[in-house]
T-cell receptor, first 115, second 112 residues
Framework: DTAVSQTPKYLVTQMGNDKSIKCEQN?????MYWYKQDSKKFLKIMFS???????INETVPNRFSPKSPDKAHLNLHINSLELGDSAVYFC??????????????FGPGTRLTVL | ELKVEQNPLFLSMQEGKNYTIYCNYS?????LYWYRQDPGKSLESLFV?????AVKQEGRLMASLDTKARLSTLHITAAVHDLSATYFC????????????FGQGTRLTINP
């Protein structure tokens, strides 16, 4: 009965490779997010989708491309991986209703290591 | 741009003591969250504070919000080892769409 799930949990890869992270939520939420947590534990939003529509796109390199095939799924594809991309990536979901976002529920995270 | 600052960033305390974590933010907001993160784990929602003067309590943790001062506090009463974790505050910020902006986190270590 996992609420927000991500795969894979760990990802180790070489510089220059392309990789994807998948996220699924079964909470019935209409909004999903990608966050990046760096080595100092700082957490910053990257993207947000509401009903499959991109609503937040922070200043993220265009090597990062999110895709939301439906409201329950949000994937993140990263091209030409760089050392600085090493981080933990969290997916989250929430209901975006009554004019404001409700509590966001986070997935377990994907620890990406670029060698 | 909204800035969210927590103080202190690191806190080591003895079991049984009381302490407070502070969260200041730079722009008006009407919603603030506190999250807990255990090492290597995900973020768990603790509290949502919706209005000025809001106070929420769960066990040994109590959170409050002063929107006029743009300040939230997370108070720990009679700390126990199980409360060791990193605590984040996060503020809803409207810039087109709404987004959560997180503080730097406070790493709390409670020693027996």
């Amino acid at each position: 009965d996992t609420a927000v799930s991500q795969t894979p949990k760990y990802l180790v890869t070489q510089m220059g490779n392309d990789k994807s992270i998948k996220c699924e939520q079964n909470l019935g939420h209409d909004t999903m997010y990608w966050y990046k947590q760096d080595s100092k534990k700082f957490l910053k939003i990257m993207f947000s989708y509401n009903n499959k529509e991109l609503i937040i796109n922070e200043t993220v390199p265009n090597r990062f491309s999110p895709k939301s095939p439906d409201k329950a799924h949000l994937n993140l594809h990263i091209n030409s991986l760089e050392l600085g991309d090493s981080a933990v990536y969290f997916c989250a979901s929430s209901h975006y209703g009554t004019g404001t976002i409700d509590t966001q529920y986070f997935g377990p995270g994907t620890r990406l290591t670029v060698l | 741009e909204l800035k969210v600052e927590q103080n202190p960033l690191f806190l080591s305390m003895q079991e049984g003591k009381n302490y407070t974590i502070y969260c200041n933010y730079s722009t008006t907001s009407d919603r603030l969250y506190w999250y807990r993160q255990d090492p290597g784990k995900s973020l768990e929602s603790l509290f949502v504070l919706l209005s000025n003067g809001a106070v929420k309590q769960e066990g040994r943790l109590m959170a409050s919000l002063d929107t006029k001062a743009r300040l939230s506090t997370l108070h720990i009463t009679a700390a126990v080892h199980d409360l060791s974790a990193t605590y984040f505050c996060a503020v809803v910020f409207i810039q087109g769409a709404q987004k959560l902006v997180f503080g730097q986190g406070t790493r709390l270590t409670i020693n027996p």
